[in-house]
């Protein structure tokens, strides 16, 4: 009896040490990551509030899908220098810095400043459809010329300064529900503009696959909460009080949309 009650507790140590062991996995594994969030204004979290007072006009907020991420798996180092109105010259020039070669995880999202989405938004909503669809067609010609090297540019760079580092490409979500009834701009409006966002995310989607980097496609996490949709919206409309934070994703829409999508791709 008494070498079985010996078996029976070496078994119980046995037991005790290995699931001990097993929970501390993913606390080393957290605490092995070094994560640096770069991009513009929907990476930055602009629209969401909770902005952090040392960003500045860089609109960094506390509710950004990248902050969520970090309060949620504590990970050794986090640090975002995503900035509102940030184009791809803006992140080599300016944003780069912040990584090295410890550098585990990097998200980026970039690329819309730079086929002028600010100002093709403005020209929809106060020079009606015809300005509309004009300055969205001259995006997408510019953003297929162009894009695809800028792109190359920046991602060229990430690689240079973080060589190990796991890169997620985050694209932009499509701003409207079509086949609605829904007041403001027109359904020919809404229409070519989720045609150029959608071409936009084309773009991010073959440049990162390129690089070997992965891509982080949010648009099906929106729907159903884009500006015309029955459903809570996860975009702010066009708001004349506080234009910068038109056609940016609200609190729910970084944690309900670009959170989920990150946290898969990141691993």
């Known amino acids: 009896m008494r070498s079985t009650r010996l078996v029976t507790l070496a078994i119980g140590v046995a037991t005790a040490t290995v699931a001990a062991l097993a929970m501390a996995v993913p606390a080393q594994a957290a605490t092995a990551v070094h994560y640096v969030a770069l991009g513009d204004s929907y990476a930055s979290g602009l629209g969401s509030g909770s902005y952090i007072s040392s960003s500045g006009s860089c609109d960094r907020?506390?509710?950004?899908?990248?902050?969520?991420?970090?309060?949620?798996?504590?990970?050794?180092?986090?640090?975002?220098?995503?900035?509102?109105?940030?184009?791809?010259?803006t992140v080599i020039n300016s944003q780069l810095s912040a990584l090295s070669s410890s550098t585990t995880l990097v998200s980026v999202t970039v690329g819309g400043n730079d086929v002028g989405f600010s100002n093709i938004m403005k020209t929809c909503a106060l020079q009606g459809t015809d300005a509309c669809v004009s300055a969205v067609q001259s995006a997408e010609n510019s953003a297929q010329s162009t894009l695809p090297g800028l792109l190359n540019n920046v991602y060229n760079g990430i690689r240079s300064h973080a060589p190990s580092a796991r890169v997620v490409v985050l694209d932009y979500p499509v701003f409207y529900q079509l086949g609605t009834t829904c007041i403001g701009l027109s359904a020919t409006s809404h229409s070519k503009i989720d045609e150029g966002i959608n071409l936009l995310d084309g773009i991010l989607s073959t440049a990162a696959s390129q690089h070997g980097f992965t891509f982080g496609d949010v648009r099906s996490k929106f729907v159903g909460h884009q500006l015309c949709a029955s459903g809570t919206n996860w975009l702010h409309s066009l708001n004349i009080l506080d234009i910068s934070e038109s056609y940016h994703p609200t609190a729910d829409g970084q944690s309900g949309g670009f959170l989920p999508v990150f946290t898969s791709a990141a691993g």
């Open 61 to 89: 907020s506390t509710k950004a899908y990248s902050a969520l991420w970090a309060a949620a798996h504590a990970p050794a180092s986090y640090t975002s220098v995503a900035c509102s109105g940030a184009t791809t010259a």
